[in-house]
T-cell receptor
Framework: AQSVTQPDIHITVSEGASLELRCNYS??????LFWYVQSPGQGLQLLLK??????LVQGIKGFEAEFKRSQSSFNLRKPSVHWSDAAEYFC?????????????FGKGTKLSVKP | ETGVTQTPRHLVMGMTNKKSLKCEQH?????MYWYKQSAKKPLELMFV???????ENNSVPSRFSPECPNSSHLFLHLHTLQPEDSALYLC?????????????FGPGTRLTVL
């Protein structure tokens, strides 16, 4: 069965520092991978997604993620964090095919940003 | 993304009440979803509708009853809920219900069951 693991529940970084959020997945075939962000009191917003091709994916708000098949990972990175990046981040894998696909989410990583 | 709206944003109800959550998408999508987000648990898929037909019911108790009258509207009817049903309920939509279809989420309804 597909699963997504985000090992870090809570991360604190200083503003301007670099960020890497970890995501590991379990899936038999080539996965469809997503990163979403949820600000307090808001729904989830898509940051980026990977289906195939270039393993380094660029997203919105300066985020990028790299797919590493050998490590079953899809880590999210940002070179310089801004205070407005404080939020919860969810990694997800797209399950199934045809008309019955949906997303399996990790438990999320909460990001705090220090001034 | 403001293409998916949910009402009400907050709801407090007793265990014997009946209430409904509403979701509307303005994106021209054909698939809609209900998710439950509880503290310390992953986001849980509850129901999937594709072209108004329910394609997935993820073992959800019958006290939650979804309704999808058209591709733009999705309801979640609630009755005789339990305190453990308190959570954030998120609605989402996508062009189709495939694994590669990006889902767009609403802001959620914060439900408290007393």
């Amino acid at each position: 069965a597909q699963s997504v693991t985000q090992p870090d529940i809570h991360i604190t970084v200083s503003e301007g520092a670099s960020l890497e959020l970890r995501c590991n997945y379990s899936y038999g075939a080539t996965p469809y991978l997503f990163w979403y962000v949820q600000s307090p009191g808001q729904g989830l917003q898509l940051l980026l997604k990977y289906f195939s091709g270039d393993t380094l994916v660029q997203g919105i708000k300066g985020f990028e993620a790299e797919f590493k098949r050998s490590q079953s990972s899809f880590n999210l990175r940002k070179p310089s964090v801004h205070w407005s990046d404080a939020a919860e981040y969810f990694c997800a894998v797209g399950r199934g095919g045809g008309s019955q696909g949906n997303l399996i989410f990790g438990k999320g990583t909460k990001l705090s940003v220090k001034p | 993304e403001t293409g998916v709206t949910q009402t009400p944003r907050h709801l407090v109800m007793g265990m014997t009440n009946k209430k409904s959550l509403k979701c509307e998408q303005h994106l021209g999508h054909n698939a809609m979803y209900w998710y439950k987000q509880s503290a310390k648990k992953p986001l849980e898929l509850m129901f999937v509708y594709n072209f108004k037909e329910q394609t997935e019911n993820n073992s959800v108790p019958s006290r939650f009853s979804p309704e999808c009258p058209n591709s733009s509207h999705l309801f979640l009817h609630l009755h005789t809920l339990q305190p453990e049903d308190s959570a954030l309920y998120l609605c989402a939509s996508s062009q189709a219900a495939g694994a590669t279809d990006t889902q767009y989420f609403g802001p959620g309804t914060r439900l408290t069951v007393l």
